[in-house]
């Protein structure tokens, strides 16, 4: 007699149960060359689908799918005159006088509930940016355009106050243009929390599918969109908890892409996965220690310079990117095309940072060099860094150790990134570890940062000659040469006024499937060329087929 | 009894006010602002202001909570800042989220808790209630997350059984069947429940074992034994009801902290519920879903109290529930 067989163990009844529950699925058809989901993992959740209102970086890389510019920035990354940017709801564009700029929009654009695209809708759009009532955070940076009109149906006219270098990025990177006969009837007011904005209708190669706050935002291709159809038939951002939690989901199969991964042991952990394929870019962040110049201990100059002098950043970046990361020659990222290594900086030098220290009364003590006072008060400060960041933190911890070789007493502050705003804003502080993620565009970014009075100027610093400087590679440059000079001018001041010590400049990574071809990560806006993203046919795997 | 269910709802009514104007008045004193993006960008101070001016937030804090009470009271508890939504609608997509969470775990806690606490009772001091009592108090020392994080790396991430995050997989839940829909669900429900039930059942566990076996050391238990009734009867019958009453009283007590078990694991588990909105809420200083949360796990404590009260006097005919509360 045949021994009974012994039963399953019940966990694996009741789990093959729900994976055949699982498999309740209509059939998964999609064949050829426009199937495809690609599940971004997302650490945070959008906002508001709405552009001009939205103030989160993830609402952009969702909304960039499915709303378009007039004109988009090349690969390049060149802000400077029109020639390195590329056509996208305009056809073409010319400029009548020195101050006139006319656009010919594309007569294929539509919107995706029908009507076509129109000049009427580039006029609403910029009203809406600049209406004070709407708190659009790039109104700022649309200040020198005078007025945008409709000529006719298909042509929009921008007027300028006077010629600058970036006249051509101020109208067309910030706005994307938005359907007036959807939008004119929602008062301005309550743009902020409009109802558009959680099933918006664009003109983009996206269509707006579905939002589940706390889960997940589905895009579906347009396969009508006038531009070319895009290959990749879904677009998936799932909402994760941290970074951590998006790495997981990536290594675990269940993402498809991740922007950026972080800290080097992220990086060796999903270099470790076969299916995942890595892209470095350059990236359009950087860090640095910044002074409060309104600071007693900080509105010293040759202070601020010592501690520069004092700091091995090369080291540092060593030890924290392993040589993913440069010493930036002044506040830029890699990214911004001013970026010269010949700009006049601080180098790293001990001796002569002692000296200045000395030479400002801040003597030794104990033999050592251990510390160092003056007047009986020792030379200590406060350096805040956000707990969220473990760049900085460890940034942090290395600052600390080399001031100490030359007598400064560094005492770290770990706080809570909102309350850190919070005392950035109010000048309630003495150094703090910043990142800073910019625009393409040096001018907007450096004059938000160090122009006197500034919104981001948290440092109070402030130099007239700077100033000077500033506006003149800014607004008062016409050729793109004379405006590199100008902005190395700039930057050799600021070097050497030491308002901050600018630590890193990384290249970061992005991570995707291997099935996905034609990978393209912007480093401005790192999923804007994912509609010319394809998965060949022969790579499809389960989850590109199925059908919604 | 009705005059002190009347009395115990007024009373909540109290607790949950008094927990709201405090939770409101903490997070508006509290150092930080909304609107700040989350990404290392720099808002101009007048979008800002244009923003708070938006919401409301210029206003004086006494005008504002005045605003906020009169608005709760017709059932408008406001628009979050952070995701410029009612909040009623995100509460509708959370909430339940988070009651099929602390529902599954606390089903995992008591029902294994319980069974395993039996189990050792009736086997005091063998072999099997020694490893048993072993495995439930590493169980219960450790912390969630870490569980967590081990089951989301071996079970997730290694052996691939189970999805490492999400309540539901967005690509295959719109095309799934409703077998399907809920087998989906269930799959991803499996591993966080089973973090926050494990670590509760080890407690739960050695409550139990030792309500057991107090029980079991008294008379009548000796006299239904004297009386030649079977085992088992004994110990479910006489022992175990008489037992359940601590075990009541932490049923009770674990709804709030499932709650707040519930921020730590909806993290690690990306699960869109209570604890994680609330967690994200207080780092972006959105006041209206902080205030939202808090009024809501206020609810469950109150009502979690005054079930376990009910439920004392369904499982003791001695406690009556009257005047001057629960007695004996």
Redesign the interface.
């Known amino acids: 007699m045949r021994a009974p067989t012994k039963p399953p163990p019940p966990s694996l009844i009741g ?1 093959a ?10 059939p998964s058809t999609c064949r050829g060359d426009y199937c495809g ?1 690609l ?1 971004f993992a997302a650490a ?2 959008p ?2 689908l709405l552009p001009p ?1 939205s ?4 609402a952009r890389d969702v909304y960039q799918q499915i709303f378009l510019k007039l004109a988009d920035i090349g690969p390049s990354m060149n802000t400077l005159g029109d020639h390195d940017f590329q056509p996208q709801l305009s056809q073409r564009w010319e400029w009548e006088t020195p101050t006139r700029l006319v656009f010919h929009l594309d007569p294929r654009a539509r919107w995706q509930d029908g009507p076509p695209v129109t000049a009427a809708d580039v006029a609403f759009t910029f009203q809406a940016y600049t209406d ?2 709407v ?3 790039s ?2 940076l649309l200040g020198g355009i005078v007025s945008v009109t409709a000529r006719d149906s298909l042509t929009a006219v921008f007027a300028y106050r006077e010629r600058y270098p970036e006249m051509f990025y101020a109208a067309v990177y910030h706005m994307y243009i938005l359907p007036r006969h959807l939008l004119d009837t929602v008062p301005r ?1 309550r743009w ?2 409009a109802a558009f ?2 099933v918006p209708v664009g003109d983009g190669p996206y269509r707006f599918v ?1 939002w ?5 935002v ?1 895009l579906g291709a347009d396969s009508t969109f006038f531009l070319g159809r895009p290959h990749i038939r ?1 677009l ?1 951002w ?5 970074q951590q ?1 998006a790495i ?2 990536l ?4 993402g498809d892409a991740l922007e950026f991964l972080g800290p080097l042991d992220n990086l060796r952990r999903v270099q470790q996965v076969p299916q995942l394929a890595t892209y470095p870019y350059k990236s359009s ?1 950087y860090g640095y220690m910044l002074f409060n110049v309104a600071a007693p201990l900080f509105s010293d100059r040759a202070v601020r310079r010592a501690l520069v002098l004092a700091l091995d950043r090369d080291r540092m970046n060593q030890s924290v990117w392993a040589g993913q990361a440069k010493v930036p020659p002044g506040p830029m990222p890699q990214l911004w095309s001013v970026w010269d290594p010949a700009i006049r900086s601080l180098p790293y030098d001990t001796a002569a940072a002692a000296r200045l220290l000395a030479q400002r009364g801040w003597r030794a003590v104990g033999g050592g060099g251990s510390a160092r006072t003056r007047g009986g008060q020792k030379l200590a400060f406060e350096l805040l860094v956000p707990t969220t960041s473990a760049v900085r933190r460890q940034y942090a911890r290395l600052i600390q150790a080399q001031l100490l070789t030359v007598g400064v007493d560094v005492k770290l502050v770990e706080i ?4 850190m ?3 950035l ?1 109010k000048g309630n502080f003495e150094a703090a570890i ?4 910019a625009d393409p565009s040096p001018t907007a970014g450096v004059t ?2 160090w122009g006197r009075g500034a ?2 100027n948290f440092g109070h610093y402030a130099n007239p000659a700077f100033q000077r400087a500033l506006e003149a590679a800014g607004h008062g440059a016409n050729r793109p040469e004379e405006a590199a000079r100008a902005w190395r001018e700039a930057f050799s001041i600021l070097n050497d006024d030491a308002p901050a010590a600018w630590l890193y400049a990384p290249n970061l990574v992005a991570a995707v499937h291997r099935r996905v071809a034609d990978v393209q990560v912007r480093p401005d806006s790192w999923w804007a060329l994912v509609r010319t993203w394809r998965i060949p046919a022969d790579r499809l795997i389960d ?1 590109d087929r ?3 | 009894m009705t005059a002190w269910l009347v009395r115990r709802c007024a009373a909540a009514i109290a607790i949950v006010f008094a927990v709201v104007t405090l939770t409101f008045l903490l997070i508006h004193l509290a ?3 909304p ?13 800002v202001d ?2 708070r001016r ?2 409301g937030l210029d206003r004086p804090l006494g005008v504002q909570y005045v605003r906020y009470v009169v608005a709760l009271l017709h059932g408008d508890p406001g ?1 979050s800042f ?4 009612p909040i009623g ?2 509460l509708a ?2 909430v339940p ?1 988070t009651l099929l969470l602390s529902g599954a775990a606390l089903a995992i806690d008591f029902l294994l808790g319980a069974a395993i606490g039996l189990y050792q009772a009736a086997r005091a001091r063998h072999r099997a209630d020694v490893v048993l009592g072993n495995a439930t108090l590493f169980l219960y020392s450790v912390p969630t997350f870490w569980l967590g994080l081990v089951l ?1 790396l071996v079970f ?2 290694h052996l ?2 189970f ?10 839940y ?4 409703l ?2 829909r ?3 669900r ?2 991803h429900l ?1 591993l966080p429940a089973l973090t926050l039930g494990l670590v509760g059942a080890g407690g739960t566990a050695r409550f139990q074992r030792a309500a057991l076996l107090e029980v079991a050391g008294q008379d009548f238990i000796r006299t239904a034994r004297a009386k030649g009734l079977h085992e088992r009867r004994i110990w479910l019958v006489h022992t175990l009801r008489n037992a359940l009453l601590p075990l009541i009283t932490l049923f009770g007590l674990a709804l709030p902290f499932l709650l707040t078990g519930a921020v730590l694991i ?5 699960w ?2 209570m604890g ?2 609330a967690a994200d809420a207080i ?3 959105d006041y209206p879903v902080v205030t939202a949360a808090a009024l809501l796990a206020s609810v469950m404590v109150v009502l979690g109290s005054l079930v376990a009260d009910v439920l004392y006097s369904v499982a003791d005919p001695r406690i009556r529930l009257g005047k001057g509360g629960a007695r004996a």
């Not at chain 1, 809570?416 to 309350?419: I, S």
């Not at chain 2, 999805?163 to 295959?172: E, S, T, W």
């Open positions: 789990l149960a729900l994976v055949a529950l699982t498999a309740c699925t209509r989901t599940v945070g959740q906002d508001i209102v103030v989160q970086g993830l004070s009532q708190h659009a955070e109104r700022p007011p902020a929390t904005g959680r579905s589940t706050p706390g889960q997940s589905e879904r998936i799932q909402f994760v908890g941290d939690a997981t989901q290594v675990a199969g269940q962040a809570e990134p909102n309350v705003q919070d005392r804003a910043l990142s800073y993620q938000q940062h919104p981001g989850r199925v059908e919604r | 150092p930080g602002t609107f700040v993006p989350s990404d290392e960008r720099v808002l101009d101070p007048a979008v244009g923003l938006q919401f628009y952070s995701l410029r939504r609608e995100v997509t959370t989220n989301v997730g991430q691939a059984w999805p490492v995050g999400g309540d539901r997989n967005p690509v295959l719109p095309s799934l069947s077998l399907g809920l087998g989906d269930a799959w499996a909806e993290t690690v588990f990306s869109p519920g994680k909105l780092f972006t200083r």
